[in-house]
């Protein structure tokens, strides 16, 4: 694809923005952050559509510059979603100000479960991602990942195992 003319932006737009738009509000599940990440997407894509080599169909492709954003970005919030991921676990954090003990306690668990979480796969911190913040059902995530239902369980469940020992990797 070699057309970069504004007609032909435009209609690439029209074609796949709702595909797009579609996969990114269920990877967020915020309105607003798949419309920003769509954008952001097209942009670009336009920058480098020149570069487009057509190994895959150009959804695949706009789909994976949205992903590698959706991704990137996820990376950049980790610490809001460690701390989440904490919440779920059982950890307490009281509403008024915390003993400084508890606190820090508090502040060690989320870098120990935020490095835990780094030590995964980015597929398997994409899946507990994705079922435990997204609360994503397993069939939208075998959707996102082309993989069966059955198969997501089976990969949801070794990725727990696998953040579960690294968590007592970090803290025997």
């Not at 507990?128 to 959707?143: A, D, F, H, I, P």
Request: aromatic letters at 6%.
């Amino acid at each position: 694809m070699k057309s970069t003319s504004p007609q032909g932006i435009e209609a690439l737009f029209e074609l796949h923005a709702g595909a797009v738009y579609g996969y990114l509000l269920r990877m967020s599940g915020d309105p607003a952050a798949a419309d920003e990440l769509t954008s952001e997407t097209f942009l670009r894509a336009m920058l480098a559509l020149d570069g487009f080599r057509g190994d895959s169909s150009v959804r695949t492709w706009l789909i994976r510059i949205a992903r590698n954003l959706y991704l990137n970005r996820a990376r950049r919030e980790q610490r809001t979603t460690s701390l989440d991921a904490l919440t779920e676990q059982g950890v307490s954090f009281r509403a008024n100000q915390p003993e400084p003990e508890t606190a820090a306690l508090d502040r060690e668990r989320g870098r120990e479960l935020q490095a835990a979480l780094l030590t995964l796969s980015e597929t398997d911190r994409s899946l507990l991602l994705l079922t435990s913040q997204e609360k994503m059902t397993y069939r939208e995530v075998g959707e996102i990942l082309g993989i069966s239902v059955a198969a997501v369980k089976v990969r949801v469940f070794r990725a727990r195992q696998r953040l579960s020992n690294a968590l007592d990797e970090i803290s025997p």
